[in-house]
């Protein structure tokens, strides 16, 4: 619910309308009801975006739009962030929460789950390059990465699943066989698609069971 819709009266707080946006009450105790329904509180919230091109991810930047910039007013929470990063020119799913444990399961190192991208490049795909992305590239600089699934979709165009996120890196793999990107969409992370009815820009909250999907390996 937006501020807009508490200054007109909208939101009841037990047999209380307020029109007040400041106006505090107890999650645990207290009925909230937005144009007579009952609102389920959550502690937390998760969000799916469907990120479009040319915006960060990051919570602020002074000279460039930002992911929360983006967020429709009723998504925005204290201290919601993005979980990982898209690079600005990157689109398709992201996660937005303010549950920092959640975030550090989806991301940590130590984890093993999957994030599936849609690579369009600027040259055509060898099936060779299949077993040498699932023995492990070894970038320029010889930071070598971790096993990856290669699915050559079409002659310029692939399915990559990693399980990590160096700087740059679906870039910095395909630059090393001589390819370069030129379009990268993320399409999944664990079990769960970006939902096919989620425009770019667009976001929704996430269900319990995808929550579930976000996590599995």
Do not use: W
Request: with cysteine; glycine share 8%; net charge negative.
């Amino acid at each position: 619910m937006s501020k807009t819709q508490i200054h007109r009266g909208k939101v009841r707080v037990g047999d209380t309308v307020v029109s007040d946006p400041s106006y505090l009450f107890d999650p645990e105790a207290d009925e909230v009801f937005y144009k007579g329904e009952k609102v389920n509180y959550s502690e937390h919230v998760y969000i799916v975006m469907n990120k479009p091109k040319g915006v960060l991810c990051a919570t602020e930047d002074k000279n460039q739009k930002t992911v929360l910039d983006i967020l429709p007013q009723e998504f925005l929470r204290k201290n919601i962030f993005p979980v990982g990063r898209l690079d600005k020119d990157t689109t398709g799913l992201l996660i937005l929460t303010d549950d920092g444990q959640f975030a550090h399961k989806c991301i940590a190192p130590s984890k093993t789950v999957g994030k599936t991208y849609s690579v369009v490049l600027d040259g055509e795909l060898s099936p060779d390059l299949v077993d040498l992305f699932k023995n492990g590239i070894t970038l320029a600089d010889d930071t070598v990465c971790k096993p990856a699934k290669l699915e050559i979709i079409d002659k310029n165009v692939a399915e990559l699943t990693i399980t990590e996120g160096k700087y740059h890196q679906i870039k910095r793999m395909f630059g090393t066989v001589g390819l370069g990107v030129v379009e990268l969409k993320r399409i999944k992370i664990g079990l769960f698609d970006l939902p096919e009815n989620l425009q770019e820009g667009e976001c929704r909250m996430l269900s319990e069971s995808e929550k579930l999907d976000l996590l599995a390996t």
